[in-house]
């Protein structure tokens, strides 16, 4: 049993699954929950509800901040279950000395993602607490979205179908620790963070069977093909050789001694389709990114594992991510 909480418990990996399950499934588990879904499907599979806290450092970083990534966030997980985002709540702790001009440049880049998901905040609330009892500002916002396409599971994955990323990955970790730790890049590199819903629609608007979606945010890539390959009691196979990785991102995974397939993003999804909608679908994806790529097919050889087949013609299993990581990135 977990004696105390640690950094690690929030990295999105092994550890924040053993929390989950040992301390709040044990209490609150039930039908809905245990599905373990980015958003739960309520209203007999009309609605989508989700929420999520926003505690990111620093508050400002290149292309996003605080109120950018709340939004993005919750958008992005009604988005992954089908749905249209249409009402959030926005609830804001806020550290007494705050200054009144960030708090509304925060705000303004929420409002701008609302627009793009077509959604409005109906209710909120606000709390300022002493100085030291919060790190300047905490955000958390809750969502509700009309379900547009049905049957999108984590536990739906079957033998030959593929999965593709939405485009290159690992960019909003890896600028956060740049940013955090004062690291000037000369380059463009900056987060990922943006809101799905425009694609997610461009997706389900074309007829593609979409079977399994999921934006790889904390844990990255590594997290959501383990929780796909234990839900659907399925083997994922990784081609190495197909993730697509900016130089930049490489260049930062090797200073920490991460890989790119374990850091945090904020606007990147993944996508199972049946083998013949993989053409369709990274068309349209690629309309947005063109580093969109299938990188991985579903078999049956190794039942809820992630094989890696390295681009020197080696095999490894890919686990879910374990220890800190970077602490703080959403």
Same mark, same amino acid.
Not at 70 to 78: E, K, M, P, V
Not at 286 to 302: C, F, G, L
Not at 315 to 328: A, Q
């Given at each position: 049993?977990? $004696?105390?909480?640690?950094? %690690?418990?929030?990295?999105?990996?092994?550890?924040?699954?053993?929390?989950?399950?040992?301390?709040?499934?044990?209490?609150?588990?039930?039908? =809905?929950?245990?599905?373990?879904?980015?958003? %739960?499907? =309520?209203?007999?599979?009309?609605?989508?509800?989700?929420?999520?806290?926003?505690?990111?450092?620093?508050?400002?970083?290149?292309?996003?901040? =605080?109120?950018?990534?709340?939004?993005?966030?919750?958008?992005?997980?009604?988005?992954?279950?089908?749905?249209?985002?249409?009402?959030?709540?926005?609830?804001?702790?806020?550290? !007494?000395?705050?200054?009144?001009?960030?708090? /509304?440049?925060?705000?303004?880049?929420?409002?701008? !993602?609302?627009?793009?998901?077509?959604?409005?905040?109906?209710?909120?609330?606000?709390?300022?607490?002493?100085?030291?009892?919060?790190? $300047?500002?905490?955000?958390?916002?809750?969502?509700?979205?009309?379900?547009?396409?049905?049957?999108?599971?984590?536990?739906?994955?079957?033998? /030959?179908?593929?999965?593709?990323?939405? @485009?290159?990955?690992?960019?909003?970790? *890896?600028?956060?620790?740049?940013?955090?730790?004062?690291?000037?890049?000369?380059?463009?590199?900056?987060?990922?963070?943006?809101?799905?819903?425009? !694609?997610?629609?461009?997706?389900?608007?074309?007829?593609?069977?979409?079977? *399994?979606? @999921?934006?790889?945010?904390?844990?990255?890539?590594?997290?959501?093909?383990?929780?796909?390959? $234990?839900?659907?009691?399925?083997?994922?196979?990784?081609? /190495?050789?197909?993730?697509?990785?900016?130089?930049?991102? @490489?260049?930062?995974?090797?200073?920490?001694?991460?890989?790119?397939?374990?850091? *945090?993003? /904020?606007?990147?999804?993944?996508?199972?389709? %049946?083998?013949?909608?993989?053409?369709?679908?990274? !068309? =349209?994806?690629?309309?947005?990114? $063109?580093?969109?790529?299938?990188?991985?097919?579903?078999?049956?050889?190794?039942?809820?594992?992630?094989?890696?087949?390295?681009?020197?013609?080696?095999?490894?299993?890919?686990?879910?991510?374990?220890?800190?990581?970077?602490?703080?990135?959403?």
């Amino acid at each position: 049993m977990i $004696k105390t909480i640690t950094l %690690a418990h929030g990295n999105g990996g092994a550890e924040n699954n053993e929390l989950i399950e040992k301390v709040f499934y044990k209490h609150f588990k039930n039908d =809905i929950l245990s599905k373990s879904e980015d958003a %739960a499907v =309520i209203e007999e599979g009309k609605l989508a509800f989700t929420t999520d806290s926003f505690t990111v450092s620093p508050l400002f970083f290149p292309g996003g901040d =605080i109120g950018k990534l709340a939004i993005c966030g919750t958008c992005n997980d009604l988005s992954m279950m089908g749905a249209k985002p249409k009402y959030l709540t926005c609830s804001v702790i806020i550290e !007494e000395g705050f200054l009144t001009r960030e708090l /509304e440049k925060i705000v303004k880049s929420m409002k701008k !993602e609302l627009d793009i998901n077509g959604a409005i905040v109906v209710s909120g609330d606000t709390k300022v607490v002493p100085k030291g009892s919060v790190d $300047k500002l905490f955000i958390n916002t809750t969502g509700i979205g009309e379900i547009e396409h049905k049957g999108i599971s984590a536990s739906a994955l079957k033998e /030959e179908m593929s999965i593709l990323v939405s @485009r290159d990955i690992g960019t909003h970790g *890896a600028t956060i620790f740049a940013e955090r730790e004062g690291i000037k890049l000369t380059s463009t590199l900056q987060t990922d963070c943006a809101s799905l819903y425009p !694609e997610i629609k461009k997706l389900v608007d074309s007829g593609i069977n979409i079977v *399994a979606l @999921r934006d790889a945010t904390r844990g990255g890539v590594s997290a959501v093909l383990n929780e796909w390959a $234990k839900s659907s009691d399925v083997c994922i196979e990784i081609e /190495e050789e197909s993730i697509p990785v900016r130089e930049e991102v @490489r260049g930062i995974c090797e200073m920490l001694g991460f890989e790119a397939v374990n850091l *945090a993003n /904020e606007g990147t999804f993944l996508l199972a389709v %049946a083998k013949e909608d993989e053409e369709k679908a990274l !068309e =349209i994806l690629q309309e947005t990114h $063109k580093t969109s790529r299938i990188i991985a097919s579903v078999t049956n050889q190794y039942k809820g594992k992630v094989l890696l087949n390295s681009s020197w013609g080696t095999k490894r299993f890919l686990d879910l991510p374990t220890g800190e990581l970077l602490p703080r990135i959403c």
